[in-house]
């Protein structure tokens, strides 16, 4: 007689954990995940990163849906609204103003909080939710988040410490806007891709 056994499936940890109470902005991109201007339209996430021990980080992301730049990011050991408030502080800062972009993110309570609503205004930008229940709303986020852990883990099933972890993600993540090429960027990296747009930008002669 055989001897079969089914396969366990590691649990999934959740990172989107609603407030059944929160008001949900609409949702502004309408699985658009194009735009046709920097500075204009971002996507933002967080995801779990797991730890020897059972221990767990947390990295929360502001993508550039132009570029597919990562222009702002945070990690944390908590889930709290600070994480992703930061993450935003970061956006701003790279891009000196977020002024009428629109941010779209799941409906996590983080994303639904008054305070990250606050953050939200202060720096001009227009909040966008996804449906519930729907990762496809916010796909590049998700698919982000895949390839950064597949491609950082390599098979492994968590780090050894937190200071790899943070190690890991600093290196991919600047690799990625650096060097990592992009199909939809005519296969440069997001930073060259800006680099290159902005130059057109500003050499094109005036329309007669």
Not at 19 to 31: E, H, M, W, Y
Not at 55 to 72: E, F, M, N, P, Q
Request: proline share 3%; charged share 25%; hydrophobic share 40%.
């Amino acid at each position: 007689m055989n001897r079969l056994a089914g396969m366990r499936l590691r649990r999934r940890h959740r990172t989107t954990i609603a407030d059944p109470s929160a008001v949900k902005d609409p949702d502004l991109i309408g699985r658009d995940f194009t735009a046709s201007k920097p500075n204009t339209k971002y996507v933002g996430d967080i995801t779990y990163l797991p730890v020897d021990g059972g221990k767990l980080l947390y990295l929360a992301t502001v993508i550039a849906l132009a570029s597919r730049r990562l222009v702002g990011w945070a990690i944390a050991d908590h889930m709290r609204t600070d994480l992703v408030i930061d993450a935003l502080a970061a956006a701003e800062r790279t891009r000196g103003s977020l002024a009428e972009a629109v941010m779209h993110t799941d409906h996590g309570a983080q994303y639904t909080s008054r305070a990250f609503a606050d953050a939200c205004r202060r720096a001009g930008v227009r909040q966008s939710m996804s449906a519930i229940g729907s990762s496809a709303d916010n796909a590049l986020a998700e698919s982000f988040n895949a390839t950064f852990k597949r491609e950082t883990l390599q098979d492994r099933k968590h780090w050894s410490s937190e200071r790899e972890a943070h190690l890991d993600a600093f290196r991919w993540l600047h690799r990625y806007n650096t060097r990592r090429r992009h199909s939809h960027l005519g296969h440069r990296s997001p930073i060259a891709y800006e680099t290159a747009s902005e130059t057109t930008s500003t050499t094109l002669a005036p329309a007669a």
